[in-house]
C-alpha cells in the first residue's frame, strides 16, 4: 500500500509565507552583519603612524601635561557602576574554610536547615576550558581544597536560589610539593600589579589617588622614560617575562607553536629558587599567550587565575558573550542595568584584586612572585580604569597595613599607553602610547641598608629604559646582586641591550642601544644652537620674565631672577615623521587630520 502527502491550499500558501519571512530574515541579518562589518572595518577613526628618524640619536625625554587639551575633550567620568542586588549565601574564609551566611540567612529569614547548599569544584582542562566536579554537600566550617568553587543553594522545594563562584587559594598543596623559603631583606618577594593600556600620563588623569599613595605614601619611584619595545602587549610582556625579543631569531618557534610551556619565563627561575608563584590575568579571549594561541599545557605558575574566568563563561556563556558589546554602549553613556564590569553581585576587578590578597596572604613571610595583570577595565574604554581607583588604593593600603610590603617590592606598572586611535591621533596622545606608567616601590628598611642602589635608580628614572631593563632588574632582585654592582660591559662598541635599574644607565643612551624600534621611540633629540644668534637672549630673557610672572604670589620667599649669562642652548625636535603606507582607508579619516605642533623647541641650560 502507497500513501500519498497532500496539502491543503491554505497550508501551502502558509509555507510560502513563512519561507519568504525566513528568507527575508537571512537577508536581513546578512546585511546587517555586513555593516556591522563595514563600521568597525571602514568607520572608524584614522590611525596616524609615525616613526622616528633617528633612533641613534641621544635621548632627550619628552616632557607632556597629563591633562594636555586635546586629550582631555577626550576625557570624562564614567558613572558609578551598578552590579546586580542578590545576596551572597557563601563565603571561603582566607583560611580556606568554606561557611554559610549567617547575614544573608538573617536578611532572607531562613535558618541553615531551611536550605541545602553545596559546592563543587573548578577543575582546569587544559588551558580554555574547565568542567565543575560532582557537587559537595558540605558541614561547615569544611577546608577547600582548590582555588575555586561554583556554590550552590535551593530551598525546601528544591528551587535554586543562590548560585556564584567562591574565591580561595588551597597554599597545601604547594607547600606540600615543594620547600618555600623565608622571605628576608637577601630575599625579596616581588609583587606586581599590571594594568593594561595606561601611560604615566594617563594614570595620573585616570588612577589619581592611586598615583597619589604609591608616591607620596610608598615612596614609590616612578620611571619618566620607561619605553615600550613593541606595538601591544605581548611583545612588551614577552622581553620583561623572559629578557628576550618576542622573535622567532630569540625564542625559536614563539610564533605558531600554539603552546608557551618552553619558553622561559621569569615565573620558573623564582620557583627554582623557592618562591611561590602567581601569574594572574583577565580576560580570557585576549589574554596575552592565549590570544590567537593555545596558552599554556600545565599552568605556568602555582596558582593561576585562568580557571575562574572561564568558569564565569560557562555559568553565563551568552552574558559573558555579550561583555564588549555592552561596554560599548556603557561607553556610549548607554545606562545598562547589571555592567558588564561585574560578574554577577561583583566587579571583576575586585574578585581578581581579592585572590591577589589571598596570595600573598596565604604565603606570609614566605617568598613569593606574583604576576598579575588586568585587562577589561582599561584596554578599549581608558576612562572606565578610574572606577577601578579606590579599589587599588584600598589593596596597596591593605598592603601596607598588614605589613606585606616590609621585605616585597610592588610594582605598579602597564605595557604602553591608550591605543585607542581618539587619543594616540593627539599630539600628546602619540608620544603617550609609547611610554607606559612603570612605579616601583622598594622596602624601607632595604633604602636604609641600600642607599646607593636607590639613589641609581632615582637617577635611572630620568633615562630611557625598557622592559629588558625590567628583566634585569628582576633577575637582581631573585639573586640578591645588591652589592656595588659591576661596571657596564660594551660589547662590540654598544652597551646591553637590557641594564638593571641598579646599574646607572648612561645619559647617552640612545632608542637603539636600549633595542626600542623606530616605530615606538619616544625620545627627542638635541643639537646645539649658536648662542650668538639674537634671537637666542631674547628668548631667555622673555622665559625669566616668565617664570617671575609664575612666582608673583609667592615673591616675599623667592627672589626675583635676573638674567646672567648664556651658557648653551639647543634645538629639541621630535623627530617623527609620518608613515603613510602604514595607515588603512577609514572613511572618517577626513575628520581627523594629522595634529601638528612646531617641531623645535628652543632648550636652555
Not at 622571605?183 to 601611560?199: A, M, P, R, T
Not at 588623569?205 to 607620596?216: A, F, G, I, S, W
Amino acid at each position: 500500500m502507497s500513501s500519498v502527502l497532500t496539502m491543503s491550499p491554505l497550508r501551502c500558501t502558509v509555507c510560502m509565507k513563512q519561507l519568504r519571512v525566513n528568507k527575508n530574515s537571512i537577508v536581513a541579518v546578512f546585511f546587517v552583519s555586513l555593516l556591522i562589518f563595514a563600521n568597525f572595518r571602514y568607520n572608524q577613526p584614522t590611525r596616524f603612524r609615525f616613526s622616528h628618524s633617528n633612533v641613534n640619536a641621544v635621548c632627550t625625554l619628552p616632557e607632556l601635561d597629563p591633562f594636555d587639551s586635546e586629550i582631555m575633550k577626550l576625557n570624562w567620568h564614567p558613572r558609578p557602576v551598578v552590579c546586580d542586588d542578590s545576596l551572597p549565601f557563601m563565603y571561603i574564609d582566607r583560611k580556606g574554610f568554606i561557611h554559610l551566611n549567617t547575614t544573608t540567612l538573617a536578611l532572607k529569614k531562613l535558618t541553615k536547615l531551611d536550605i541545602d547548599c553545596t559546592y563543587q569544584h573548578v577543575e582546569r582542562q587544559g588551558d580554555d576550558d574547565v568542567i565543575f566536579k560532582p557537587e559537595v554537600h558540605f558541614t561547615e566550617p569544611e577546608y577547600v581544597h582548590c582555588d575555586f568553587v561554583v556554590g550552590r543553594c535551593r530551598d525546601q522545594t528544591d528551587q535554586s536560589i543562590y548560585e556564584n563562584l567562591l574565591i580561595n587559594l588551597n597554599s597545601h598543596l604547594v607547600f606540600e610539593s615543594k620547600n618555600i623559603r623565608n622571605e628576608s631583606q637577601q630575599q625579596l618577594s616581588v609583587l606586581i600589579l599590571g594594568i593594561d593600556s595606561i601611560s604615566r600620563n594617563g594614570a595620573l588623569r585616570k588612577l589619581p589617588k592611586t598615583m597619589k599613595y604609591v608616591e607620596d605614601v610608598l615612596g614609590g619611584i616612578t620611571f619618566k622614560g620607561y619605553t615600550k619595545v613593541g606595538e601591544n602587549t605581548f611583545p612588551n610582556l614577552v622581553p620583561l617575562l623572559t629578557g628576550r625579543k618576542a622573535d622567532p631569531n630569540e625564542l625559536p618557534h614563539i610564533f605558531g607553536q600554539g603552546y608557551f610551556d618552553d619558553i622561559p619565563l621569569i615565573h620558573h627561575n623564582f620557583s627554582k629558587s623557592g618562591y611561590a608563584t602567581l601569574y594572574a590575568e583577565d580576560w580570557p579571549a585576549f589574554s596575552t599567550f592565549n590570544y590567537a594561541a593555545k596558552g599554556f599545557k600545565v599552568p605556568p605558575s602555582d596558582h593561576y587565575i585562568r580557571p575562574l574566568y572561564l568558569a564565569m563563561k560557562k555559568l553565563q556563556p551568552i552574558s559573558t558573550s555579550l561583555d564588549q558589546v555592552l561596554l560599548y554602549l556603557e561607553d556610549k553613556n548607554i545606562k545598562i542595568k547589571s555592567s558588564s564590569l561585574c560578574f554577577r553581585n561583583q566587579l571583576k576587578h575586585v574578585m581578581f584584586l581579592e585572590y591577589f590578597k589571598r596570595f600573598v596572604d596565604s604565603y606570609t613571610n614566605r617568598a613569593k612572585f606574583a604576576f598579575t595583570w588586568i585587562n577589561e577595565i582599561s584596554h578599549d574604554y581608558s576612562n572606565f580604569l578610574e572606577i577601578a581607583d579606590q579599589d587599588f588604593v584600598e589593596f596597596l593600603m591593605w598592603l601596607q597595613n598588614d605589613g606585606h610590603l616590609e621585605n616585597s617590592v610592588l610594582v605598579v606598572m602597564s605595557d604602553h599607553g591608550s591605543r585607542t586611535e581618539e587619543i594616540r591621533n593627539t599630539v600628546a596622545g602619540r608620544i603617550e602610547v609609547r611610554m607606559p606608567l612603570l612605579s616601583v616601590v622598594l622596602p624601607e628598611r632595604f633604602k636604609q641598608i641600600h642607599p646607593a642602589l636607590v639613589e641609581t635608580l632615582i637617577q635611572n628614572t630620568k633615562v630611557i629604559t625598557t622592559p629588558f631593563d625590567f628583566h634585569t632588574f628582576l633577575s637582581d632582585v631573585l639573586h640578591n646582586n645588591f652589592d656595588d654592582p659591576p661596571p657596564l660591559i660594551m660589547r662590540d662598541g654598544k652597551l646591553p641591550r637590557g641594564i638593571s635599574f641598579f646599574q646607572k644607565i648612561p645619559k647617552e643612551r640612545t632608542c637603539a642601544d636600549a633595542g626600542i624600534h623606530e616605530l615606538f621611540c619616544a625620545c627627542f633629540t638635541s643639537t646645539p644652537v649658536d648662542i650668538s644668534n639674537n634671537i637666542v637672549p631674547k628668548i631667555a630673557q622673555d622665559s625669566i620674565t616668565k617664570i617671575n610672572h609664575m612666582l608673583v604670589g609667592v615673591k616675599h620667599k623667592c627672589a626675583e631672577l635676573t638674567f646672567s649669562k648664556l651658557i648653551d642652548a639647543q634645538l629639541i625636535e621630535s623627530n617623527f615623521k609620518r608613515v603613510k603606507e602604514d595607515e588603512r582607508f577609514t572613511l572618517r579619516k577626513p575628520l581627523y587630520p594629522t595634529r601638528r605642533r612646531k617641531k623645535k623647541i628652543p632648550c636652555f641650560v
